[in-house]
């Protein structure tokens, strides 16, 4: 599998399972291996979502799936970021005491 690109929590739902699809596993077999209570990976995986991933569940859920995230930066994005953002003003000494003083 190629790196995907994940803009959404749906992305990552479609993603998560796309991959139970491709390991040719049950829900009931995801909750057995991330040991959360029975019924709770089909409520996550199904669509749409009856219950949501957690910072906490999520890591858990995506060892299951044999998937791990990852974030790198995206060189065009930054590219353009810079040339649209203002530069941060280095000020002098007198200048940050009398914006620090107001």
């Given at each position: 599998?190629?790196?995907?690109?994940?803009?959404?929590?749906?992305?990552?739902?479609?993603?998560?399972?796309?991959?139970?699809?491709?390991?040719?596993?049950?829900?009931?077999?995801?909750?057995?291996?991330?040991?959360?209570?029975?019924?709770?990976?089909?409520?996550?995986l199904c669509d749409p979502p009856i219950r949501k991933l957690t910072w906490d569940t999520a890591p858990i859920f995506l060892d299951a799936l044999g998937l791990v995230l990852v974030?790198?930066?995206?060189?065009?994005?930054?590219?353009?970021?810079?040339?649209?953002?203002?530069?941060?003003?280095?000020?002098?000494?007198?200048?940050?005491?009398?914006?620090?003083?107001?």
């Open positions: 599998m190629s790196p995907i690109r994940i803009r959404s929590y749906d992305d990552l739902l479609r993603v998560m399972r796309s991959a139970a699809v491709a390991l040719e596993t049950t829900r009931v077999e995801l909750d057995f291996q991330t040991q959360f209570a029975g019924g709770y990976s089909g409520k996550v974030v790198m930066p995206d060189n065009d994005a930054i590219r353009e970021l810079r040339r649209r953002y203002r530069r941060k003003r280095n000020f002098t000494e007198r200048e940050r005491a009398a914006l620090l003083s107001i």
